[in-house]
């Protein structure tokens, strides 16, 4: 079946570095993404979203980018702290299968003082 | 404030006793999500709620049953709790279905079965 999958499950990064979290997706149909932040023990919180209709779109400190042709969205985060530390999720409503929020794996991110 | 609640945070069960773990929101959406989650993985789509409308995933258990008595509150009600249903549960809402929808997630409730 059609999904959304990480390329990455955990990567480690310095303080003030920036990191890049990658997502793969398979729906060719699929028209908008989200990145969701998970902190141990709480539930995802929004931190971006996309159209398909857009490349690019920029955020605080987050950048989402988004290549159509090789079906590929990744999450920037500048300058990171250890406050960014968590599981990062993108996510695909599925306008084409009832708008439900269907998650790819996750990557956790971990950031080093 | 939080938008989406869950209660309880934590909830101890025994094998094959029933439990209800419930949701509710002050935002008025139209559409309330349960999602499993166990550890380390994805939060997997159990059901959701189209205001009255329900709307089982293919593979969700017959074990995992909903209700949703009004807008604001949805319940998640596992008849049989099996050691395989241990996990984080998530409510979420959203305003509509679709494209271009945030989702509010509330904290989650951590079931355990014993």
């Known amino acids: 079946g059609e999904s959304v999958g990480l390329h990455l499950p955990t990567l480690s990064v310095q303080e003030g570095d920036n990191s890049i979290i990658n997502c793969a997706y398979s729906?060719?149909?699929?028209?908008?993404f989200i990145w969701y932040k998970q902190e141990s023990g709480k539930g995802p919180q929004f931190i971006i979203d996309?159209?398909?209709?857009?490349d690019k779109r920029q955020g605080q400190r987050v950048t989402v980018l988004l290549n159509k042709t090789v079906k590929h969205l990744s999450l920037q985060i500048a300058a990171t702290q250890p406050g960014d530390s968590a599981v990062y999720f993108c996510a695909e409503n599925e306008d084409n299968q009832g708008g439900k929020l269907i998650f790819g794996q996750g990557t956790e991110l971990s950031v080093k003082p | 404030d939080a938008m989406v609640i869950q209660n309880p945070r934590y909830q101890v069960t025994q094998f094959g006793k029933p439990v209800t773990l419930s949701c509710s929101q002050t935002l008025n959406h139209n559409v309330m999500y349960w999602y499993q989650q166990k550890s380390s993985q994805a939060p997997k789509l159990l059901f959701h709620y189209y205001d009255k409308d329900f709307n089982n995933e293919a593979d969700t258990p017959d074990n995992f049953q909903s209700r949703r008595p009004n807008t604001s509150f949805c319940f998640l009600d596992i008849r049989s709790p099996g050691l395989g249903d241990a996990a984080m549960y998530l409510c979420?809402?959203?305003?509509?279905?679709?494209?271009?929808?945030?989702?509010?997630f509330g904290q989650g409730t951590r079931l355990t079965v014993v």
């Open positions: 979420a809402t959203s305003r509509r279905l679709g494209p271009n929808t945030e989702a509010f």
């Open positions: 729906n060719s149909a699929s028209d908008y």
């Open positions: 996309i159209r398909s209709n857009m």
